[in-house]
């Protein structure tokens, strides 16, 4: 799954090929249910190579059909990776599950797990019996006590409850969320904010963007600017005998060699 390898060589890979090759849209479906802390990226890698090896099979344009199971947190970077997929409202539970499951001792919202799938969401149908209605607008099934937002032309629901929209940050925010006036932005109510400063990205140091928006952030951790300019100070004997830093120890010669 994570690494798209056949461990029983090439009969197995043989056999996917095959197997790929004699089937149409009405007849597959690719169903994973990954482990939540598997690297996203990696799935989609996976998915991407599987969707080429069908596509070149059928040459009838169509995407290849999946159902991911995974964490709503998560859909930033599913969506980013494969936007063709759509993350539906079904809570998805587990019996085996310590929290992801219905009870007393499950999630207090229930399970975070959803359906992210690339089929039309007016197809799949959610059960009546288990709290789902269907939103006209959205055309798509939604949970029954969640309200559709007009404002924002959806049913902005993540967790199961009733959204609110703020007109000052222009979203639907968690009802526990209010607007925070240094901040700009929704957050909890006992949350202590940065009065207005604006931390920006960790990885470039731009304030426009965060760092997992950072088209810098998957480059290569060597040869550091930061780094240089430090052995080029103490190279210049910028260190007195007065200053603490002890140049003689092992680990500052350590530290010197990794510079360089």
């Known amino acids: 799954m994570f690494n798209h390898y056949f461990f029983r060589g090439a009969a197995a890979c043989s056999a996917y090929k095959k197997f790929l090759s004699h089937t149409t849209a009405e007849e597959i479906i690719l169903v994973m249910d990954p482990p939540f802390g598997g690297l996203v990226e990696v799935i989609i890698h996976t998915i991407r190579r599987i969707m080429a090896d069908w596509s070149c099979d059928t040459n009838d344009g169509r995407e290849l059909p999946v159902f991911w199971f995974f964490p709503y947190f998560l859909e930033h970077w599913i969506v980013k990776g494969l936007p063709s997929l759509r993350m539906l409202h079904y809570k998805v539970d587990y019996d085996n599950h310590v929290l992801y499951h219905k009870g ?3 999630a207090k919202h ?5 359906l992210f799938t690339n089929l039309p969401p007016v197809s799949i149908k959610l059960p009546q019996e288990e709290g789902y209605r269907f939103c006209a607008k959205c055309q798509c099934y939604v949970p029954s006590d969640i309200d559709h937002c007009n404002k924002c032309d959806a049913c902005t629901s993540k967790d199961g409850r009733q959204y609110r929209h703020c007109d000052k940050c222009q979203r639907c925010v968690k009802p526990s969320h209010v607007h925070c006036d240094k901040c700009n932005q929704c957050h909890l109510v006992d ?3 940065s ?11 731009d304030l426009d963007h965060k760092r997992r928006d950072c088209p810098n952030r998957n480059m290569k951790k060597t040869k550091r600017p930061i780094c240089k300019r430090t052995a080029v100070e103490i ?3 910028d260190i007195t005998e007065d200053s603490s830093l002890d140049v003689n120890s092992g680990r500052q010669r350590k530290k010197l060699k990794k510079c360089h």
């Open 235 to 237: 190279s210049d004997g």
């Open 110 to 114: 229930g399970s975070p797990v959803r």
């Open 195 to 205: 009065d207005g400063k604006v931390t920006g990205c960790h990885v470039c140091g």
């Open 191 to 193: 949350y202590k904010c």
């Open 104 to 106: 007393s001792r499950g």
